[in-house]
Each structure stands twice: as C-alpha cells, then as structure tokens.
C-alpha cells in the first residue's frame, strides 16, 4: 500500500505539515480524517496518529505509516461519554467508575466492542476495544471537528521512542501522513495506562499516567499483568504488551542495583566502549549528575529520582537526543518502581529490549 498522501489547500508553517492549532487548522485537520486521512494530534500524555476507527482503509494507513505489525490494537479516542455507546457495549459498574473518576485523562479501558462498529483492524480481530478520552482540549476540539472516534497509537515509526514534540512527529512521518497538529510539548510524557476489570478486578495491561496506587484509591482489587504473560500472549490485550518499543537506535543497556555499585558498572563499560571506539551515551537523574560529571560521552539528565513526573515528561525526549547524537552504547540507570515509576521502568525495559542487568 502506498504511504504517500495528498496535498492539503492549507499553508503548513515550516514545510513540515505542522497544521497551527487554530480553529481554521483543526476544522482542516478534521476534513482531512472525516477523508480517510492520517492526522498526527497533541494528547496529555504523547503524539498521536489519529485515523478514523470505523474505516479500515483509514486504519490500514496508520499501520502503513508506523511500519507496525496490524496483530496489536489500536486506542480509540473519544471526545465526549455520549459517544462510547456507538463503540462499547454498556461498561461494568468498576470500569464506569474508574472511567467518571479518571476520564478525561491518561487511562484506558477494555471493554466488549460494539458489533460492526468500529474496523476490526482497530480491534485486531479482538471482541474488546481499548477506549480512552484525552484530557487535552486540541485533541478534543479535533475529535468533534472529525465527527468520529479517532484510532491514535503514538505518532512515531514503530518501535522508536513516542513522540512528544509535533517536532518529533515530523521526523519520523514525514511525507507519510497528512499533516500535525501542533499543539507544542505534551505534558505526562508517558502514554496512558491500559487496564481491563475482570470479576471485579482491575487488571493493568499496561502502567502509565495513572499508578496503580491512584486506581486503588478508586477500586481496591488492582493487579498488574505479569511480564511474561504480556510477552507470550498470542493476542494482546492492549498496545505496548508484545513488541519491543521506546528504542533509541543505539543499544541500551538497563542497570539496577546501589547507586555505588550501578555507578562503577557503567563507568568501567562505558570506558570500555569508548576505548572501542564507540560513541556512548548515559540516562541518569538529577541527585546522581555530580557522579557523572567527567563521564566519557553524553550524559542526559533525565528528571529527578523524587519527582518521577519530571522523569516522566523528559524520558523520550532523552532517548531522542542519544539518537541526535548518533550514541552507540548507551547505559540507563534504574528507577525506583513505586507509583509512576512503575511506568518509567516499563518503557525502559522496552527499549533494553531485554538487555537489563542487576549490581549487587
């Protein structure tokens, strides 16, 4: 299938199919889907690719686009509850709980499809969907100008660090979608979280923006999905559970363990790597720059350890730069899992792609 798309009549600032966020810019952004266009548009937490979810031949560009495999559904995102009847069924007294006290904002939620509703190329082949409302007025505004519920992975080529930036978007699709909206620097960082409640049990598929500690205080029974069953399940549930993701093109090593220890690791590899003639690159966070300070490569400072949302906000961005900077081994220290560093250290272990090792 071709990736290529058609001109707009709009003037894109910068060459870039950067679509201003103006109400004429979203009124056009919103002709562009209700056509089967690719748009990419602003959330709280990162880029998306939105398509409309109904049309497969819509769909079919969105997976074009990411070069991602069409076995891992798509997030539909909606603007108002009034819509989720014409895509869901009704949804059970926990998810309508977690959905009135969390939506809009980072967190989605399984629930049954509404037969013949949506693509199946949305639901892959699934009898769920993955529903979510961004709490983000652009993203909104442009799901009401577009007239339909908008399927929207994360607006990157598949298996790179997501988008937080229209900057970033551009980067990696252009030419390859429409056109994006540009609604500057996103403010989670992190994608939303995915859960689904079974027998009353909220089972997260995927930690994100929301901790499991903040839907506790909403619903007691949370359980978190084992990695191994998210790795090897033929169908997953949800996006982010069976593909290596968030990589930097270099490899990426993930270190645990005492800050001591995990600092003489990486600084006796890093200079073995340098000695190799390799460009090497370092994730660190605020309270352990000092230790870093002479260290052989590019050292991104990746938020503090007592602020995981500014980790959070900073972590693809500083992925991105190791890429700028043609980095060829990089080191990533751990980060506390408690509350959003929960997520933090998914998304690192998905751009190790395995590569984590424990010091001590």
């Known amino acids: ?91 059970d007294d926990v998810s309508a709980r977690l959905m009135a006290h969390f939506w809009p904002g980072p967190l989605t939620v399984v629930l049954p499809a509404k037969s013949g509703a949506l693509s199946p190329l949305v639901t892959a082949g699934l009898a769920t969907v993955a529903v979510r409302m961004p709490d983000h007025p652009l993203a909104r505004r442009l799901i009401a100008a577009a007239g339909c519920p908008l399927a929207a992975p994360s607006a990157n080529r598949s298996g790179r660090p997501s988008p937080t930036r229209a900057e970033h978007v551009a980067h990696d699709l252009a030419g390859r979608i429409a056109g994006v909206v540009n609604g500057g620097p996103t403010g989670v960082g992190l994608e939303s979280t995915v859960v689904e409640v079974n027998d009353g049990c909220v089972y997260v598929l995927r930690p994100g923006g929301i901790s499991a ?15 191994e069953t998210a790795e090897h399940a033929a169908a997953p549930r949800s996006p982010g559970m069976k593909y290596a993701h968030y990589a930097p093109q270099g490899e990426l090593t993930l270190v645990a363990g005492p800050p001591k220890q995990t600092a003489a690791y990486i600084w006796k590899a890093a200079a073995e790597a340098a000695a190799q003639g390799k460009r090497v690159g370092l994730l660190t966070y605020a309270e352990h720059a000092d230790v ?69």
Do not use: W
């Open 292 to 360: 870093y300070a002479s260290f052989p490569g590019l050292v991104q400072v990746c938020g503090s350890l007592a602020d995981p949302a500014s980790t959070a906000r900073g972590l693809y961005e500083s992925l991105r730069a190791f890429d700028e900077q043609a980095a060829e081994q990089i080191y990533a220290e751990a980060y506390p899992e408690h509350g959003l560093g929960a997520a933090i250290m998914n998304r690192l272990r998905k751009a190790a792609a395995g590569r984590v090792l424990t010091i001590g």
């Open 1 to 91: 299938m071709a990736n290529e798309t058609r001109n707009t009549n709009m003037q894109l600032d910068n060459g870039a199919g950067l679509i201003p966020p103006t109400e004429e810019g979203l009124r056009e952004a919103g002709r562009l889907l209700r056509e089967g266009e690719v748009v990419a548009f602003p959330t709280e937490t990162v880029y998306g690719l939105g398509a409309d979810a109904r049309s497969s031949s819509a769909v079919e560009k969105v997976y074009a686009a990411k070069g991602r495999p069409s076995d891992n559904p798509l997030i539909v995102h909606i603007a108002e509850l009034d819509q989720l009847a014409a895509i869901a069924e009704p949804p």
């Open 213 to 227: 500690e903040q839907l506790r205080e909403v619903h007691p029974r949370v359980e978190t999905v084992a990695p």
